[in-house]
């Protein structure tokens, strides 16, 4: 893409009601614009990146077998009377009438609806297990909307939902999420710590919130900092490794406000190991056996003839929360670098634009051609601006590599960099390699 062709609304000045800098750099580049309290457009910047993250998310998720599919954002109160937290979910709930005065609802999550399409649908244990997702909007009229999108009221959501007939074959499925979750924070280069949540009715430890460490996170995070060095790549996709991994990281300390207890932090961990920190919640998985398929009366034939409630997860992910907490991570000292699996572009070329400087732009074109043969999704600065203006713009975008055409280049050798390291001069041989690598 040319960079003069794009809807890209760069702002000069820091936004003044942005306090955390992931909202700061996307209204600066124009990745989201507020339409109101709470509620974004995603303009094309913003969208190309969340996309990337939905489809690693969804990758992982079909790793495991889960299956993808797509329910509805408005639902019918019915479900939700019958499960009992229509009243309960209070104002976080945004209730619509329609013409015929029937009560609605703008979906803040699915568990009473995939419940009521399960129920309709699976009979016997024979189809079980089973495991079901989708990524949609869903709606929660917060009391305090802040940060962007990383607590909006409209917000990208991946819920999962596993169907098992016993405890033991649901804690399966729970780990096979666990182990997929820490699969795609791992794409997206992020360390994302699970921490033992709030538990579900069978007690143990089957919940767990996904954490990333940042100063700017609203969770407050009290961990073992061994934790932290658990080699995720040794586990393998076995149910016995699966198992291993959940309880492996279940033996550090490892929690968030809720669950927090001075005393218990203080004999579980040696002062010098004690971690008290801030964290961004990225995801939330959860066990709560018959929970919804009691009350909804989601039954199925056990082997031994009786009917049994179908035990149940739930597992959700931000989506677009994630676009806010990569920012977050990687936005340091003025400069952005987007993780290669979810950069906007894989590499933008800055050419030096100017009167005395013709062969720059030509260069520039020819390279740009080569490259998008090669399907390399790249940019090309053809703004008529001086280097300085373009690096500092550069530097909010955030690709993580750059070709600069200008005077330092030669005959068949361009200087070459990575966001954060010193250039290179390289031939268009090897700059494909490095970006592809
Ligand atoms: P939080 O504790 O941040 O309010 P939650 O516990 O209500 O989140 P879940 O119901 O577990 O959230 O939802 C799953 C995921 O959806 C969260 O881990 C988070 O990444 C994302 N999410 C939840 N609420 C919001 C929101 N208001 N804005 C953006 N993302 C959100
Ligand atoms: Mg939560």
Same mark, same amino acid.
């Given at each position: 893409m040319l960079l003069s062709k794009i809807f890209l609304p760069l702002t000069k000045d820091l936004p003044t009601d942005a306090k955390i800098k992931s909202h700061q750099l996307m209204l600066r580049v124009g990745m989201i614009k507020q339409s109101s309290a709470g509620i974004y457009s995603w303009l094309p910047l913003g969208f190309k990146v969340m996309k990337k993250i939905e489809n690693i998310v969804r990758q992982e998720q079909n790793n495991i077998s889960a299956q993808e599919m797509l329910m509805p954002t408005i639902q019918s109160a019915d479900i939700w009377k019958e499960s009992g937290r229509y009243n309960e979910y209070g104002d976080e709930m945004l209730r619509i009438k329609d013409r015929q005065g029937r009560e609605m609802l703008y979906g803040p999550t699915n568990e009473e609806l995939i419940t009521e399409i399960f129920r309709s649908s699976i009979k016997s244990y024979k189809s079980l297990p089973q495991m079901l997702y989708h990524i949609q909007w869903k709606f929660r009229d917060e009391v305090r909307p802040r940060f962007g999108i990383m607590r909006c009221r409209e917000f990208y959501m991946k819920d999962a939902y596993s169907f098992d007939i016993s405890d033991e074959e649901a804690k399966k499925s729970y780990n096979k999420m666990f182990y997929s979750y820490l699969k795609i924070f791992s794409k997206l280069k992020l360390k994302a710590i699970p921490m033992a949540a709030d538990t579900g009715p069978i007690g143990g430890e089957l919940s767990h919130e996904f954490i990333i460490l940042a100063d700017t996170g609203e969770s407050n995070v009290y961990a073992d +900092? +061994? =934790?932290?060095? =658990? $080699?995720? $790549?040794?586990?393998?996709?076995s149910e016995k490794s699966l198992e291993k991994m959940r309880n492996d990281f279940s033996s550090f300390y490892a929690v968030t406000d809720e669950k927090f207890n001075k005393s218990d932090f203080d004999t579980k961990v040696k002062k010098d190991d004690q971690i008290s920190t801030k964290g961004i919640e990225v995801g939330h998985i959860f066990y709560f056996g018959d929970k919804y398929s009691k009350p909804l009366n989601c039954l199925v034939d056990h082997q031994e003839g009786k009917k049994v409630a179908v035990k149940m997860g739930s597992y959700g992910i931000g989506v677009s929360r994630l676009v806010g907490a990569l920012i977050e991570v990687n936005f340091q000292n003025n400069v952005m670098k987007w993780p290669k699996s979810v950069s906007p572009y894989d590499v933008v070329i800055i050419p030096n634009i100017n009167k005395n400087d013709q062969k720059s732009f030509e260069i520039a074109i020819k390279i740009y051609k080569d490259l998008k043969k090669q399907k390399i999704d790249v940019l090309l600065d053809d703004v008529d601006e001086n280097m300085s203006a373009k690096f500092k713009k550069h530097d909010l975008i955030g690709v993580p590599y750059q070709i600069i055409i200008g005077s330092r280049s030669e005959e068949n050798r361009f200087e070459f960099k990575e966001v954060g390291e010193n250039s290179i001069l390289l031939n268009l041989e090897e700059i494909k390699e490095k970006i592809k690598n």
């Open positions: +900092k +061994k =934790i932290f060095e =658990i $080699n995720t $790549n040794k586990y393998d996709s």
